[in-house]
């Protein structure tokens, strides 16, 4: 099956086993925003690799591997520094992959799997072991380049922030799911403490008494100023909340007025059972969310039609892959990823930017200053190196 075609249609299951909230609407107030292009690297490795995490300071980016399950670190100029495995059944490896391999500071990499938060040295070597907050049954997750846990500072203090992936005694066919439901965790990588954050707000669309997958939810977010930026997948809302290691207290709610976004509708509860997770990869979502210089960039994919979905599958399962790839890549080709960009300050809207040509629409990274791109290889050459692009975000 074309990797393309499995990726972003195919269903998987796994079984593993406040102040008062004020909604702005966006406004169309453009200003000219564009990305210029600073420097490139090239990773030149065998494999499959996906450009995974930068470090603050942006001197090391780390990347994954798929066929060898390596993860990758590399210096700017893309000169490989370390790059090491843990697929094996050992005490310090961290089991079935949950997110991308995360830098932290200048000489440490964290993996977060079924088993635990493993945080290594560049070399491999394991430093600290951090339980999760509850025993993993089931987990499922989704690889785009750029779009993984992140290091954030509050209070002074290094964290790392990322998906919550407690099950709360209960899963998506049970309406104590959405009740007890948070998005994110904070993790103090000091004391291994945890906090979880980020329930559905009153309005959302995932309290409507129907039945949602994994990826119709799955968070984007950020850190900055002691401000939560956080957004549930298919929903288009932006929610800020005032922030601290032990409360997020709701600010404001932006509504995100994306053109052509597909918001998922739910199944029946019914359908849903007990130690399964389902991701569809061609959701419409709100898929990363960055705050830098001042702005805050909002990363969405509108997905592509369910009826067009839906009608791809039928072929395929048909035996008529070549027909459901053909239509799939057609409705593929109008869904644009953009990405909104937002004033920190007062949360006025100041454009939408398309990606910049040659680049795969799937995700991005950023240190404080810089954003990374990965290239999209050529499909009429066999290339044998992965280029990321470190462009800057101007206004002219």
């Not at 406004?27 to 564009?34: F, R």
């Not at 007025?257 to 059972?273: A, H, M, N, T």
């Not at 898929?287 to 009826?307: E, F, M």
């Amino acid at each position: 099956m074309h990797k393309k075609l499995l990726n972003l249609i195919l269903l998987l299951s796994f079984g593993i086993f406040s102040c008062e909230n004020k909604e702005t609407i966006t406004e169309t107030t453009p200003i000219e925003l564009s990305f210029d292009l600073v420097d490139s690297l090239d990773l030149t490795i065998l494999g499959d690799p996906i450009m995974a995490s930068v470090n603050n300071t942006g001197t090391l980016v780390s990347f994954y591997d798929f066929p060898s399950s390596e993860t990758i670190i590399t210096n700017t100029q893309g000169d490989v520094q370390n790059q090491f495995s843990k697929k094996e059944d050992t005490p310090d490896a961290y089991g079935f992959k949950l997110e991308l391999p995360i830098l932290w500071g200048e000489d440490r990499v964290i993996l977060i799997g079924l088993k635990g938060i493993f945080i290594y040295d560049l070399a491999g070597n394991l430093i600290k072991k951090i339980d999760h907050a509850e025993t993993m049954g089931s987990a499922g997750s989704m690889s785009f380049p750029g779009l993984t846990a992140k290091i954030i500072s509050i209070e002074g203090k290094e964290h790392l922030l990322t998906k919550s992936f407690r099950s709360r005694d209960t899963y998506p066919g049970e309406q104590k799911f959405y009740d007890t439901y948070k998005a994110v965790e904070l993790v103090n990588l000091e004391t291994g403490e945890m906090q979880d954050f980020g329930s559905f707000e009153p309005e959302s669309k995932f309290l409507d008494g129907m039945g949602y997958v994994q990826s119709d939810y799955a968070p984007a977010y950020d850190v900055s100023s002691g401000k939560l930026y956080l957004s549930h997948g298919s929903d288009p809302r932006l929610y800020i909340y005032d922030f601290s290691a032990k409360e997020a207290k709701l600010d404001t709610a932006i509504h995100l007025d994306i053109p052509d976004f597909y918001e998922v509708e739910g199944l029946p509860r019914s359908e849903f059972s007990p130690g399964s997770v389902t991701i569809n990869g061609g959701t419409a979502a709100i898929r990363n969310i960055i705050v830098q210089s001042g702005r805050i960039l909002v990363h969405y994919y509108p997905g592509i039609d369910p009826k067009i979905m839906e009608e791809a599958m039928g072929l395929w399962n048909a035996g008529q892959e070549e027909e459901g790839e053909a239509l799939y890549s057609k409705a593929q080709a109008k869904a644009k990823p953009g990405i909104m960009v937002f004033d920190e300050k007062d949360y006025s809207y100041l454009g939408t930017l398309d990606f910049p040509a040659g680049i795969n629409k799937e995700g991005f990274m950023a240190d404080k200053e810089s954003l990374y791109f990965q290239r999209t290889p050529d499909p009429e050459v066999e290339e044998d190196f992965l280029r990321v692009y470190k462009m800057k975000l101007t206004e002219k």
